[in-house]
């Protein structure tokens, strides 16, 4: 049988009416134009919708650049295991850097709705993830985000919402002592950033009082999930600030 030899297709096939079937500028010239742009999240979004094959030179080379951009120093670390990937993809990452994922009545977070949206700047935090770790656990690196503050949502009060990553959390001790308690994926909702399903750290009893303290929180009032791909996202009702507080950060 004559074998057959399959050339990489640069050129789009994503539909016959496509403007670009006529071919692309090189990823080189695509890359120092994004760069020009300082990986403008929003724009890379953009170029992703135009056809598979921007999409996937979105995928593989411009959020990559995105996430080392924004932020570097928690990118070598996610890397310095010796991975060239990150759990769950670079473009799942990049979303988790700059979007906080909200919630819809009947979800994850049941009694209230408060849409997702961008946020201009988060801080993640290796030594604020620690305090969402059990003490067995602290081995595990976890980046964890300041909460992003919702004020005065009725019965709710303050409520904050939270993100973070695992460095290598399919080695972690974190998923295999989830895996030992035989905590149950969510049955129906899943990853907003990577679609993976989720574990409740509530319903598997891992999260510690150090967690309400980092946050600022009520203890009975933080949750959180994980899913597959390390990724975390989670929310909580934020303690109000005492007058004495409030002073001191108007000093």
Request: proline share 4%; aromatic share 10%.
């Amino acid at each position: 049988m004559e074998t057959m030899i399959l050339t990489k297709q640069y050129r789009c096939i994503h539909s016959a009416s496509c403007q670009c079937k006529k071919g692309h500028l090189s990823e080189d010239v695509i890359c120092l134009v994004f760069q020009q742009l300082n990986w403008n999240p929003k724009l890379i979004a953009t170029l992703s919708c135009v056809c598979k094959w921007f999409d996937d030179l979105a995928k593989r080379v411009l959020w990559k650049a995105f996430c080392r951009a924004r932020a570097p120093k928690m990118m070598l670390d996610l890397q310095s295991s010796g991975s060239h990937s990150v759990d769950g993809n670079w473009r799942a990452l990049g979303k988790l850097l700059i979007y906080c994922s909200g919630c819809t009545k009947g979800g994850l977070f049941n009694n209230i709705h408060i849409p997702g949206h961008f946020v201009y700047k988060t801080r993640f935090s290796r030594t604020s993830g620690k305090s969402f770790l059990l003490p067995q656990c602290r081995t595990d690196i976890l980046y964890v985000s300041d909460p992003c503050e919702h004020l005065d949502q009725g019965d709710e009060g303050d409520v904050g919402f939270f993100r973070g990553i695992f460095k290598s959390f399919s080695m972690s001790k974190v998923r295999k002592m989830l895996i030992k308690r035989g905590a149950q994926l969510h049955p129906t909702e899943v990853c907003p950033y990577c679609k993976a399903k989720l574990w409740s750290m509530q319903q598997a009893e891992m999260i510690p009082q150090s967690a309400s303290c980092r946050l600022g929180a009520y203890e009975d009032c933080i949750e959180y999930y994980v899913c597959l791909n390390g990724h975390v996202l989670g929310i909580c009702t934020l303690l109000p600030l005492s007058d004495s507080e409030e002073v001191s950060e108007l000093e």
